[in-house]
């Protein structure tokens, strides 16, 4: 039986949370001011969310793991005995992160390696290695590994609010700004992960808290009927995140728990802070 080895990239935030350090990890970079930060080793998102508040104008940009890093990674995973490999990365819509790990792949000779594209974000992607890898463990085949991503993949949805457009639009992580730029910095409109992986709007709203009984209430409306697991991504917002959590319990008995995880640096840097994401996965 040959043994997997799962790989997942730091967008997914699986550094922010108990894992099994044998889910392998490449990170992206954050570019502030000319000085060069890996996500999670060198700045934590505490720390990053409260210099974008301190200081709104820094110069912040993001680079995504090079070919020649996630190769070094492939090639130390079948020195230490792993015959294939599943590599999970976020959206290619959102990042050429993706890109890079498929021509990664095809400069490795005899091991195969298969690299899942989530369409998604966030504890999307860690759900997924966490998935993958307890799978794995069970003595599972790749192809039954993959057919129970793509299930996550394909029953999973995530709102999304942000407090300015500003850093959307900006990097062009917006798939559907054209044609309302002249009002658009004065929206707080409500957004979504695609199935396809983009990041577009659902409504124009003109304040948060109306974005946010948006949410709450088309989250309702979907989870209806439907046994789900919960998560609420926060920025530097974690106390209305926790309040958030303790309304979606009083209102559905069935919640037993709902994750509150952090949105990654390099992800927030394209979102912004203040910005809050409420998701779920349809379980089985």
């Not at 210099?51 to 492939?74: C, F, H, W």
Request: hydrophobic fraction near 40%; proline fraction near 2%; include cysteine.
């Amino acid at each position: 039986m040959s043994k997997i080895g799962i790989a997942v990239c730091g967008n997914s935030g699986i550094d922010y949370a108990v894992h099994d350090k044998r889910i392998r990890v490449f990170r992206s970079l954050l570019l502030m001011e000319g000085k060069e930060y890996e996500d999670f080793i060198d700045i934590n998102a505490d720390d990053f969310y409260k210099q974008l508040v301190e200081r709104p104008d820094i110069d912040v940009k993001t680079a995504q793991t090079s070919t020649g890093v996630i190769l070094k990674m492939y090639e130390e995973m079948k020195a230490s005995g792993i015959d294939e490999i599943i590599v999970i990365t976020v959206s290619s819509h959102l990042s050429g992160t993706y890109q890079n790990a498929v021509l990664a792949a095809k400069m490795m000779e005899n091991t195969p390696i298969h690299v899942f594209d989530s369409r998604s974000v966030s504890h999307i992607e860690a759900k997924m290695a966490f998935t993958a890898q307890k799978l794995a463990d069970e003595g599972k085949t790749v192809q039954e590994i993959l057919t129970e991503l793509e299930y996550i993949r394909n029953n999973h949805h995530i709102f999304v609010t942000v407090d300015t457009l500003k850093f959307l639009v900006k990097n062009g992580r917006l798939s559907n700004a054209a044609g309302f730029f002249g009002t658009l910095l004065k929206l707080k409109p409500l957004l979504e992960v695609t199935k396809e992986g983009k990041i577009v709007t659902l409504e124009k709203i003109r304040t948060t808290q109306k974005a946010r009984e948006l949410m709450v209430q088309k989250f309702n409306d979907e989870i209806k009927d439907l046994k789900v697991e919960v998560f609420i991504i926060y920025t530097n917002n974690f106390n209305e995140a926790a309040d958030l959590k303790d309304l979606l319990m009083d209102q559905n008995s069935s919640i037993k728990d709902i994750k509150l995880v952090p949105l990654t640096p390099v992800v927030g840097c394209h979102a912004g802070p203040g910005t809050m994401g409420l998701g779920y996965v349809v379980l089985k």
